[in-house]
């Protein structure tokens, strides 16, 4: 069965850096797309960045253009995402998501979750 | 594309339909997808491309619409049925709405 699990969450000080890891078992990770999509208290569900397959495609949410990169290692079936001068905004539970086959953007499974909290 | 769920709460008995409104600010095609998250746990897809149900969903929940206008239907509410319920859009960069709470009446 698929399975995600989220890990490298935790409280940091504005303007530092966190990397956080999703690793993947029970499906062929090499071949979909992947996602990472946050969730702040009590709020929806935000997609913040999204990677090819192979990886050599990423694209991003404007508000973490430049701050937040999303990569993947296929031979270790992980999915990251390093996350650069963090904001008091940026708290929240951060999900990764497989994508199904084909081009579409919506999560066919859901990892646990990690909460990054950056207090003000 | 700002997408917004009505109504915010919604309060239904066991047994009963349930029907969930989402709209879109623009046209998303059939880009649509509905979740499903309970307290303290991950969003589970329910529906995608509007209306077809993903694996294990149970025949009761059903999707529909297209264009600006999506609707969720849960035909006859179980109990494990009460949670927060979101519409996600995919015709553009992903966005979802506020969610819509289904409690039991």
């Known amino acids: 069965q698929v399975q995600l699990v989220e890990s490298g969450g935790g409280v940091v000080q504005p303007g530092r850096s966190l990397r956080l890891s999703c690793a993947a078992s029970g499906f062929t990770f090499s071949s979909y797309g992947m996602q990472w999509v946050r969730q702040a208290p009590g709020k929806g569900l935000e997609w913040v960045a999204v990677?090819?397959?192979?990886?050599?495609?990423?694209y991003y949410e404007d508000s973490v253009k430049g701050r937040f990169t999303i990569s993947r290692d296929n031979s270790k079936n992980t999915l990251y995402l390093q996350m650069n001068s963090l904001r008091v905004e940026d708290t929240a539970v951060y999900y990764c998501?497989?994508?199904?086959?084909?081009?579409?953007?919506?999560?066919?499974?859901w990892g646990q979750g990690t909460l990054v909290s950056v207090p003000s | 594309t700002v997408m917004t769920q009505s109504p915010a709460t919604l309060s239904v008995s066991p047994g009963e339909r349930a029907t969930l409104s989402c709209r879109a600010s623009q046209s998303v095609g059939s880009n649509l997808a509905w979740y499903q998250q309970k307290s303290g746990q991950a969003p589970r897809l329910l529906i995608y491309d509007v209306s077809s149900r993903a694996t294990g969903i149970p025949a009761r929940f059903s999707g529909s619409g297209s264009g600006t206008e999506f609707t969720l239907t849960i035909s006859s509410l179980q109990s494990e049925d009460f949670a927060i319920y979101y519409c996600q859009q995919y015709y553009n960069w992903p966005t979802s709405g506020q969610g819509t709470r289904l409690e039991n009446k």
């Open positions: 990677i090819s397959y192979h990886g050599s495609n990423t």
């Open positions: 998501a497989k994508r199904p086959s084909g081009k579409s953007w919506y999560g066919d499974y």
